[in-house]
Every structure is written in C-alpha cells, then in structure tokens.
C-alpha cells in the first residue's frame, strides 16, 4: 500500500490579451526506512522496512505509523513528485 497525498493548485496570470493558467499535482510518497536503531550505542544500524504502510485510517494518529517497522512516518525517506501542466485560454475567453 503506497501512501499518497495529492495537492491541486490552480493559478491564473494575466500575460497581454490572453490568460495562461497552471495546474500543479504533487504526490507524495513515503519510501524506505532510515531509523537508526543503534544510535543510542554509536553505531549505525536500519531495518530494513522498504516502504511506509499506515497502521490506521486517514487522519488518525495511528496513519502516521508504519504498520510494518511502528516507526512514525517521518522516518521513512519522502520522495515528491510534481506534475506540473499550462493551459493557454483563448483571448474571447477573458471577457474581451
């Protein structure tokens, strides 16, 4: 189960006659562990847990730990993805 959070963001810049409009999607996603469990005796040392998996439903303190190591979420490496696509509007759309 991969943990996703998707972000829309819609922006409008007014360039001459005409409007050009971005819309911007951000998945975030939640890879390996990198808790070092031995820190406390000097030295390095990791589970090994691939991929964060919440223990809980969306929005509960239990979502924020991994179902597979119990390590909290923000131990685990964050990987964003943005997509990011323009769309020109004609210039009769604007109201010209």
Do not use: W
């Amino acid at each position: 189960m991969r943990k996703r959070q998707v972000v829309l963001r819609r922006s409008e810049e007014p360039s001459g006659n005409s409007t050009t409009s971005s819309l911007t999607v951000r998945t975030v996603r939640y890879g390996e562990c990198q808790k070092n469990h031995a820190a406390s005796i000097g030295g390095f040392a990791v589970d090994g847990c691939r991929e964060f998996m919440a223990s809980g439903e969306e929005g509960t303190t239990a979502a924020l730990a991994c179902a597979a190591c119990g390590c909290h979420r923000n131990f685990h490496r964050r990987e964003v993805e943005n997509d990011v696509g323009y769309e020109r509007a004609s210039p009769s759309s604007n109201g010209k």
